[in-house]
């Protein structure tokens, strides 16, 4: 025990390091490739700190080399849920009486762990386990990871500073108390950053959590879970259950004692679990919180202004549309360019894309991996199907798609005729951009026809150099995307500087790496204590006065 109100040290972004030819960080990441893609791990589930192991198993192979197996993993069935819940429950008083300070202390740990000892154990595993490139890795599973830990970290502690105002002979706070119940954390294949974030946000304030991670992702969120293990992280207050949503989800929303539900994934998924929810209303001993970040169909909408920027734009197209093969929320996948800009732009895209590596991640020299898994490689191959024999469709860079050794689709450009066409209006999550080439004069009806043709709005990018031009595009799409970037590619928001969320189809826009997702995990008690309470029924106003007259 302390005897101090202490503050928690200012977070920073970590910085992003380089793995250039003999850098240390390099050698150790390339050790570390090494020795994990010569195992063969056992990743079972994680119920009250025990390592549980259903037998009911299914494989974690790499994307670019799928006959390769890099882990057997467990899979929950509905009563694994109910010993996650059960162990949850058992700790949840402890963890939410344990002070702020100690609770700040593990993931202010698991940050410093994360920046050096499991620095290339976390990129490795996101490198081989969901076929990313060395630098996205480490903008992901290491950097952007680091600063959801320290910096949720302080912005719990700027929300329990938010006090009210205390008249006379009164002291009035605000207690932040965890939800009453468990918070259901779902995370996606595609940031190890985001999955560490769905679990531990909630938990900083004190919640206890059961976390879903993707299959397809379950490399890294084993060594993640082992690092906050270390961090001093108690047992039961994240609780790992792998395995297909529907089993493991289905339970979970009957439970009362769901309190709330942290999800990054597919749209239809998410509607999915509200309406669940909304059917199961009626069982819960609190309405529960619903946080989701979903689909998106990002766009990149040019000006003719932009005519002395188009290396500028090519390079955002290219790098926001095919940079971990599309596989980002975030990622470009539409985009507007007007008659004057096209024939530049079409010929710097083209050599652009034409010099892209494409292959094993653990050759550094390769700019993109292989998609996912079999499904999306199905997935985007129909869309390049459609493309080729479509009239209202030409492909204007790649369109080739290879399964043999790996699941990779070559970085694909595809004009398109139709703004409408679905193309334009459909999430692919894949390395497909389409192109609609727009008359000069129509700027303002394209920018209408951007907001109102996809029913998305997560991110969005404006390239022009006219002032006029940009703010119209600011104006006209201010319900379109819930992150802009100007003269920038859609990706690569950071936290503490670029909050992210999108609303419509995208997700109830709760901004993760800001104080505003935290907040949705408390639920605020206010308490009144009087100095000096009264002692008397009556009030002055009935005193008797002399004076008074009568009336």
Known sequence: MINAIPRVPAPRNEPILPYAPGAPERRELQATLKRMAGE??????????????????????????????????????????????????????????????????????????????????????????????????????????????????????????????????????????????????????????????????????????????????????????????????????????????????????????????????????????????????????????????????????????????????????????????????SAASRVYVPESLWPKLKSRLQGLIGDIRMGDVTDFRNFMGAVIDEKSFKKVSSYIDLAKQDGEASIVAGGEADRKEGWFVKPTLVQLTNPRHRILREEIFAPLVGVYVYPDAKYVETLREVDQSATYALTGAIFGRDRKAIDTAMSELRHAAGNIYINDKPTGAVVGQQPFGGSRASGTNDKAGSLLNLIRWTSPRTVKENFAPPVKVPYPFMDSDPHDGGI
């Open 40 to 329: 063969q791990i056992d990743i079972p589930l994680l119920i009250g700190g025990k390592q549980v192991r259903s037998g009911k198993t299914d494989t974690v192979r790499m994307p670019h080399r799928h006959s390769h197996v890099l882990a057997t993993l467990h899979e929950a069935d509905a009563s694994h849920v109910e010993q996650a819940i059960q162990a949850a429950l058992a700790v949840k008083e402890d963890w939410a009486r344990m002070s702020f300070t100690s609770r700040a202390a593990i993931f202010l740990r698991a940050a410093e762990l994360l920046a050096t000892r499991y620095r290339p154990l976390i990129n490795a595993s996101t490198m081989l386990g969901q076929s990313k490139t060395a630098h996205q890795a480490e903008i992901d599973a290491a950097c952007e990871a680091i600063d959801f830990l320290r910096y949720n970290v302080h912005f719990a502690e700027q929300i329990l500073a938010i006090q009210p105002e205390s008249s006379p002979q009164t002291w009035n706070m605000l207690d932040y108390r965890p939800l009453d119940g468990f918070v259901f954390a779902v995370a996606p294949f595609n940031f190890t950053s985001i999955a560490m974030n769905l679990c531990t946000a909630p938990a900083i304030m004190g919640n206890v959590v059961l976390f879903k991670p993707s299959s397809t992702a379950a490399l890294s969120a084993w060594y993640f879970m082992e690092l906050l293990r270390e961090a001093g992280l108690p047992d039961g207050v994240i609780n790992m259950l792998n395995g297909d949503g529907p089993t493991v989800g289905n339970p979970t929303l009957a439970s009362p004692h769901l309190g709330g539900i942290h999800f990054t994934g597919s749209t239809p998924t998410f509607n999915s679990m509200w309406k669940t929810v909304g059917e199961n209303i009626g069982r819960y001993k609190q309405y529960p919180r619903l946080v989701g970040e979903t689909g998106g169909k990002d766009f990149i909408v040019a000006h003719a202004s932009a005519a002395d920027d188009v290396d500028a734009l090519a390079v955002a197209i290219v790098r926001g549309g095919f940079e971990y093969q599309g596989q980002k929320c």
